[in-house]
């Protein structure tokens, strides 16, 4: 079996990673934060220490961390917690379903959205002149998971300081790929997953937030702190955990995190030159239609032309046992900007197990699928 679909979730997960879940079983299945017993401590001990790697991973010592139950989640909780009726945000055509449906929900609610349909490169530009005086929020994505083109963060980030507008990123695509600086760009509010490029198992994801920020709760219950006021507490990170947080994938991340610190460097650079040969041997198939560029980041979307994505998703699965994605992949605006909202496209996503062994199997795939025509 050949996997393709790491945009979605990481297949690999480290050898450390499967022994920290197994670990955490036995150890760690107190809930923290809530009780004074050894084990609960320990709990959250280990879960204190996974915020603290977090931030160092990120480089984010001027920011808290949150933990959520995916990126989904952390990023309803930065969009919702921040805006109010009357408030302007810019986001752009290249964003998931995760910050466009939100932002959709709170159009009825009298929020003021401007999105981009531009060229990646002129974002940073044509952000700053979409921005208003009632402008509370700008909000990209740091890795586009149907083309793998890249925003420049940093950019943006400075044309946000410039007006004092806040920032939020959405780096489900980016982390665990590409370096992220927070502490050196001008990001209010960083959103991850873990399940993908951090190795971690599903169920945890996370808001990194600069200190300061204040947002208002998406969930309102227990916290282990002020627990006779009825009204929600608003303190970072325990006013925006309600409920029992999910310790054990927490704990995997921990352990996917530390896999990556120790091999972070060569990881990229396997990744770098994995989606250039994928980039190159896809171009030289004239039968295809790329959507991505030679910059693209581990992402490379396609289609055959005159066939349906899923179509070739399924024989690609069927024939050649070939994993990978096909339709709109949570971002139709993309796909609106390139002209496949009705066709959506093949997506091939890269980790740093694969090889440039099966992208010769699946350029031989594609070959065999259009002679079938």
């Keep these: 079996m050949i996997y393709f679909d790491n945009a979605a979730t990481s297949f690999y997960k480290p050898e450390q990673v499967k022994v920290a879940v197994l670990n955490a079983f036995n150890k760690y299945t107190a809930n923290p934060g809530r009780s004074g017993h050894n084990l609960s401590i320990s709990t959250a001990d280990v879960v ?18 949150i933990f959520t139950k995916n990126c989904t989640e952390a990023l309803n909780i930065a969009i919702f917690g921040s805006l109010n009726s009357g408030d302007h945000v810019i986001t752009t055509c290249y964003e998931h379903n995760s910050v466009l449906r939100p932002l959709e929900k709170l159009k009825t609610d009298g929020v003021e959205v401007t999105t981009l349909f531009c060229d990646v490169n002129n974002l940073p530009t044509e952000i700053e002149n979409a921005i208003k005086p009632n402008t509370k929020l700008i909000i990209t994505t740091a890795c586009s998971n149907v083309t793998g083109e890249c925003p420049n963060i940093k950019e943006i980030g400075e044309v946000a300081k410039e007006h004092n507008v806040l920032y939020l990123v959405d780096g489900a695509q980016s982390s665990g790929h590409m370096e992220i600086n927070l502490d050196d760009t001008n990001i209010d509010m960083y959103a991850f997953a873990g399940h993908k490029g951090l190795l971690a198992i599903t169920g945890v994801g ?27 507490p608003t303190d970072i990170p325990e006013g925006l955990e309600a409920g029992t947080i999910p310790t054990i994938s927490i704990i995997s991340l921990n352990a996917g995190i530390d896999f990556l610190t120790k091999n972070f460097k060569k990881i990229i650079k396997i990744e770098q030159n994995l989606t250039k040969y994928l980039y190159f041997k896809l171009k030289k198939l004239k039968f295809l239609k790329i959507l991505s560029t030679e910059s693209s980041k581990n992402v490379i979307s396609f289609n055959v032309k005159n066939l349906d994505s899923s179509l070739v998703a399924n024989i690609l699965n069927d024939q050649f046992n070939i994993c990978v994605r096909s339709g709109l992949h949570c971002a ?42």
């Design 332 to 373: 139709p605006l993309i796909h609106k900007k390139n002209g496949t909202l009705f066709t959506g496209a093949v997506r091939v996503s890269l980790d740093f197990f694969n090889t440039f062994d099966e992208i010769d199997k699946l350029v031989e795939a594609l070959i065999k699928i259009d002679k079938m025509r």
């Design 48 to 65: 204190f220490e996974t915020r603290e790697k977090v931030k160092q991973f990120f480089n984010a010592f001027n920011h808290n961390v």
């Design 206 to 232: 996370g808001l990194i937030v600069k200190n300061g920020i204040t947002l208002k709760p998406l969930t309102y219950g227990g916290t282990g702190t002020e627990s006779e006021n009825l009204i929600q």
